[in-house]
């Protein structure tokens, strides 16, 4: 698959608001910076077939988080800003730098981008999901089949990870809203 | 709408109370929509579970938190959080109980029709309640900021 | 062997690869340098969502509909990736309300956020 306009505009713009939310000085632009890159994302979910993520994405970046953020921001103070960006720290930016190109110079060894011939997609894991999920499961989504079934305990796992966030979260915060 | 509000996370707007006084009922229509038919569309009980939670937020965002957080009656969110991963691992152990492997679904055929599928469903639904629950809970917990008693909050 | 990072057939065929390399990058930069611990959570966000893209990528299939199998469709990207990232993204958001809530306990505790300020109220 070649490079079409509508993607290619969106990496951008989710590249220009990831440097956006990095380098604004004022958290609170930052957030909003962030929010954007999030809706931004979600739509590249869409445009790469993943409906089941771009919905999860929309709700949980540009929703949720966001107003996390915006709470927490409002039960600190922050002081004033100066300038509109961070200043750049070049060291920091060599290092960086460095990791950046020793994960590019992997990039030639990855599979062209839908490849009907690379592993993920054409491997025998993916192949077998995709043929036996609705005679095993009777459920036409695969995405839910693998979840629920093929990966149920992997999922009980998560569900667990995210029921004991609300209690860690309770506990540092020594907080009884549940009462 | 009390005007005992924590200062300065609550302004009164008439537009932002109207807007989502039309759009929270359609919002979590389709939140659960998207909860109840994760088998034959995408969807599931991760995506409607956190639609189902930004639908408390934006209604906390229109009417101040803790009218929202004394409307809603936060034991529900714990009994839906604690009720979620009971109903999950109860599917999952039921099956061992009844002689077959952990959530292997087409043990309870017996029991019902289609009972793969339903019984997925099921799971869903308990994955949506614990995802709706934790975010509504963090939400709650992050707006009350560190434990100093207000007042406002006890009951 | 000479490492051909910027070829241009590469640049056409793999381009998400390159906006995942980038987007790590700036995710970590944030995570090193800011200051400021709300924008460290921010810059780790980022630096997960590289990952999620590079996931997502790699379930790609040209031509091919979302997973929702039905009789004589075809062909599909591969849902194995979509259900992985799908809990990371809730698990991501949970991770970030505990972080945050950190920060909420720190700043009553220290009455700042700034990292260099902590750092010496710590050692004080």
Redesign the interface.
């Known amino acids: 698959m070649s490079l079409t306009l509508l993607e290619g505009s969106l990496l951008v713009f989710v590249l220009c608001c990831a440097l956006g939310a990095a380098l604004l000085k004022d958290t609170m632009a930052s957030v909003i910076a962030f929010a954007a890159y999030s809706l931004g994302i979600s739509i590249i979910w869409l445009v790469l077939q993943a409906p089941d993520v771009g919905l999860t994405e929309a709700a949980v970046g540009a929703g949720i988080m966001t107003i996390l953020f915006l709470i927490a921001l409002a039960n600190t103070v922050t002081p004033d800003v100066d300038s509109l960006f961070e200043s750049v720290r070049w060291r920091t930016v060599a290092l960086v730098g460095a990791f950046v190109l020793v994960m590019a110079a992997t990039i030639p060894s990855l599979p062209a981008i839908g490849d009907p011939t690379a592993p993920v997609v054409g491997g025998e894991v993916t192949q077998y999901y995709l043929a036996n999920a609705y005679k095993e499961t009777q459920v036409h989504n695969a995405v839910t089949a693998v979840l629920a079934a093929y990966r149920g305990f992997d999922t009980l796992g998560e569900a667990v990870v995210v029921f004991s966030a609300g209690v860690v979260a309770l506990s540092v915060l020594r907080r009884e809203v549940f009462a | 709408m009390s005007a005992d509000e924590a200062p300065?996370?609550y302004v009164e707007s008439t537009i932002i109370m109207t807007t989502v006084r039309v759009v929270a009922p359609f919002v979590l229509t389709f939140a659960l929509f998207?909860m109840f038919h994760?088998?034959?569309?995408?969807?599931?009980g991760?995506?409607g579970?956190?639609?189902t939670?930004?639908v408390v937020?934006m209604l906390a965002?229109a009417f101040g938190i803790d009218s929202t957080?004394q409307w809603l009656d936060?034991?529900i969110?714990?009994a839906l959080?604690?009720g979620?991963?009971l109903v999950?691992?109860g599917i999952?152990l039921g099956a061992i109980a009844l002689g077959g492997q952990?959530?292997q679904?087409n043990v309870y055929k017996p029991y019902y029709y289609?009972a793969?599928?339903y019984g997925?469903e099921l799971?869903?639904l308990?994955?949506g309640g614990?995802?709706a629950?934790?975010?509504i809970?963090?939400?709650?917990?992050?707006?009350?900021?560190?434990?100093y008693v207000t007042g406002e909050?006890?009951? | 062997m000479t490492v051909d990072v910027l070829q241009l057939d590469l640049l056409t065929s793999r381009y998400n690869y390159y906006a995942v390399v980038l987007l790590l990058g700036i995710g970590l930069y944030t995570l090193i340098e800011s200051p400021d611990l709300v924008k460290k959570v921010i810059g780790m966000n980022i630096f997960q969502t590289g990952i999620f893209l590079f996931f997502i990528t790699l379930a790609y299939r040209t031509g091919a509909s979302p997973p929702v199998v039905t009789d004589g469709g075809g062909p599909y990207v591969s849902p194995l990736p979509h259900v992985l990232i799908l809990t990371a993204i809730v698990v991501g958001v949970s991770l970030t309300a505990v972080a945050l809530a950190l920060i909420v306990r720190i700043y009553s505790e220290y009455g700042t956020l700034d990292e260099d300020t902590l750092e010496e109220l710590y050692y004080d």
């Open positions: 300065g996370l998207i994760g088998a034959d569309s995408p969807g599931g991760f995506q579970g956190v639609i939670g930004s937020m965002f957080r936060v034991r969110v714990a959080a604690s979620g991963v999950f691992a999952g952990f959530l679904y289609e793969s599928k997925i799971v869903e308990g994955i614990i995802v629950s934790v975010a809970g963090l939400f709650f917990l992050l707006a009350a900021g560190f434990g909050g006890e009951r």
